[in-house]
């Protein structure tokens, strides 16, 4: 059976303990994990919400994006140590929380784009820094979840295509991939399609709707999706991304602009809706 997560960035992108009512209630809905964005400078609060977590019997996941300062396909190597180094803090924050799983576009800076498409050099560089970062994650049996993003967050991955021949070339066991439903329903042909791509390094889903609310409330084809996943056993998280206007200076440095559903109608909804697809898709 999948196991079935929410990502709390629907209230906030800060690690604090404000975070624990909703955690709490999360679990009461029917959760088995919480998804944390890593990102706030106080590294002792992630040690405490991730004992927190863990004493109420969920699990954790996080998410991770670097900017144009720490860049892994940067022209410059300084700012590509830097890259490595702060994928090593989110490594060790992604412990702290008791996670074994860190996804996101780290690959390259979040909406920071070059004149000009996805460059050898740039892949090569990004799977230099991205072994090495595995071989750190190795260390805490931390997989590296990398996802490919839509095309007005990023420009060296966007389908499953490109995400597939950068884990290739990183060539780490920790350095995997992850499939995200609302930046492949802007960038893939066919969700079964790119899933069978990504298939052999599929390490976690993102379920998330076309306008970020609530899952099976738009146009995504969640069937063909469900219905791929099952087909190669895909039997990682499926865990619901959706956005809110809740924590500002999130929700502007992301382009959310208003509020698609209420987080608490997304979580029940959507915790229904993804045990109905895998109930009808086993």
């Not at 700012?79 to 780290?106: C, E, H, M, Q």
């Not at 950068?166 to 042909?189: C, G, R, S, Y």
Request: aromatic share 10%.
């Amino acid at each position: 059976m999948n196991k079935i997560g929410f990502n709390v960035l629907a209230w906030s992108a800060v690690i604090s303990d404000d975070l624990k009512p909703i955690v709490d209630r999360l679990k009461t809905i029917g959760y088995d994990g919480v998804e944390f964005l890593v990102g706030s400078p106080d590294t002792a609060a992630y040690r405490l919400l991730g004992d927190y977590v863990k004493n109420i019997g969920l699990e954790a996941t996080t998410v991770f994006v670097v900017g144009k300062e720490e860049n892994p396909i940067s022209e410059v190597e300084t700012v590509r140590v830097k890259a490595l180094d702060r994928i090593k803090w989110a490594i060790d924050r992604t412990y702290d929380l008791n996670a074994k799983i860190i996804s996101g576009p780290f690959h390259s800076a979040h909406a920071h784009f070059a004149k000009h498409e996805p460059q050898n050099r740039e892949y090569g560089w990004s799977a230099e820094v991205l072994h090495r970062a595995g071989e750190y994650a190795a260390e805490a049996n931390i997989t590296l979840g990398l996802e490919a993003v839509n095309r007005f967050e990023c420009y060296l991955c966007n389908t499953m295509e490109q995400l597939k021949r950068l884990v290739d070339m990183a060539d780490h066991p920790n350095v995997q991939a992850m499939f995200d439903t609302h930046h492949a329903n802007i960038e893939e042909k066919k969700f079964s399609q790119a899933i069978s791509t990504i298939a052999p390094v599929l390490t976690h889903v993102h379920i998330s709707e076309n306008d970020r609310g609530t899952p099976g409330d738009g146009h995504v084809d969640f069937d063909d999706v469900f219905s791929k996943l099952a087909k190669i056993n895909y039997r990682g998280w499926l865990t619901i991304e959706a956005f809110s206007r809740n924590d500002p200076d999130f929700a502007n440095s992301i382009g959310v602009w208003r509020e698609y559903s209420k987080p608490w109608d997304i979580a029940e909804s959507g915790l229904k809706f993804i045990k109905q697809m895998c109930t009808k898709h086993k």
